[in-house]
């Protein structure tokens, strides 16, 4: 005789199946409340008037909407981008005003927020209920020519710093650099510094060749916090086999980005997201392979309003000499089916369909970041 419980088990297995979701998916994965890292991304409301998501004043974007569709989607930390990335200004000075600004709105919401110094933070804020925010740069032009200025971002509490955006500085050449330079004297003097004060070197955006020199320069493990796989699609923003491999040789963490990268010529969804995962994975083990998605949270409620936004960024960025190929006003930089307060959670029961144990996606969605940033960090 079958009792009620093995009775209602069955049940909602058999409902899971009628989904086309293995009833080992994300039901119990929920249930243990996976450790869910982003290592590049944000949790503004894109909604919100750039110029609100931009100021201090206004707290950046996060607004109540933004923290409780984050919550929500089972976020527990982030590397948020701050400082100088490109354009007009004193890259130093913009840098410092943002570090401080952000380490006051950290301390301001610290009901919701938690600035993340070290890996036991990002536990803690997991078990608070609260959302960790780990400060990184995508750009080392702030250094000027003086690389103990890394102590003092460190001081600050930044903990990954990216050696190049897409076109050169003083440390190497970008991803879209044709000359393909790599490490420079002064960016082996940064990394040193890097290494030091125990900062996660970040190579992403980078040439290849600078990325090669920095993996092999770094006496710790490096990341590539958000990335795509140059063998699955043939983009300067996606790595190399032979970037990817080194990386994890190196004890790193690889993040796959939900970005038009992911895609030659079209808009790139949530299956091609997988292809990009798997791919790594193959190249550079489980336990280096993780999300990186360089996006936000909360929905788009008005999509014509942001396509025109999005037409105006492109045509900006184009001006600028910073776009990067695959970059276009009708391509969103995320992935359509995959957006929201949902999306980790779906990423999750995509890979259990494609036959990847829990453990797997669990080392996926956090814990290959975690362990790579508590071996820098500490």
């Known amino acids: 005789m079958t009792d009620r419980r093995t009775f209602l088990h069955s049940a909602a297995a058999a409902g899971l ?81 943002d570090v401080q ?4 709105f950290i301390q301001r919401k610290s009901a919701d927020l938690l600035l993340v110094r070290g890996a036991a933070d990002i536990k803690r804020a997991q078990a608070d209920g609260r959302i960790g925010i780990i400060l990184g740069f995508q750009n080392a032009a702030m250094m000027g020519k003086d690389a103990r200025r890394v102590e ?71 990341i590539i916090s958000h990335t795509g796989c140059r063998a699955v699609a043939d983009l300067p923003r996606n790595k190399t086999d032979k970037e990817l491999r080194l990386v994890a040789e190196k004890g790193g963490f690889v993040g796959i980005y ?30 280096h392979v993780g999300i990186g998605t360089d996006g936000t949270v909360p929905r788009i409620d008005d999509m014509k309003t942001y396509m025109k936004d999005l037409e105006d960024e492109v ?17 969103v930089p995320f992935l359509p089916d995959l957006v929201g307060r949902d999306k980790f959670w779906k990423l999750a029961d995509l890979l259990a369909k494609r036959g990847h144990s829990n453990s797997r996606i669990e080392k996926i969605l956090g814990t290959n970041f975690l362990r790579v940033a508590d071996a820098v960090w500490s």
């Open 17 to 97: 199946a009628s989904l086309g979701i293995p009833a080992h998916a994300a039901p119990s994965l929920r249930d243990r409340r996976p450790l869910i890292i982003d290592a590049l991304g944000s949790i503004d409301n894109v909604n919100l008037p750039a110029a609100i998501r931009d100021s201090a004043a206004s707290d950046f974007g996060i607004d109540a909407r933004a923290l409780a569709d984050a919550k929500a989607s089972g976020l527990n930390a982030f590397n948020m981008t701050i400082g100088y990335v490109f354009g007009d200004g004193d890259p130093y000075e913009k840098t410092l005003a």
């Open 101 to 104: 600004a952000w380490n006051a």
């Open 152 to 222: 003092v971002f460190a001081k600050g509490g930044v903990r990954v710093i990216q050696l190049t955006y897409n076109g050169p500085n003083q440390l190497g050449d970008g991803s879209m650099v044709p000359t393909n330079k790599g490490l420079s004297d002064f960016g082996h003097d940064v990394v040193a510094e890097l290494n030091r004060h125990r900062i996660l070197v970040d190579l992403s955006h980078s040439g290849e060749q600078i990325c090669l020199d920095a993996a092999a320069a770094s006496k710790a493990p490096i």
């Open 258 to 287: 939900f970005m038009p990268f992911l895609a030659v010529g079209r808009q790139p969804m949530a299956t091609d997201l997988i292809t990009h995962m798997e791919h790594a994975i193959n190249i550079c083990g489980e336990d």
């Open 315 to 331: 045509r900006q960025r184009r001006a600028a000499g910073i776009s990067a190929p695959g970059e276009r006003p009708d391509i």
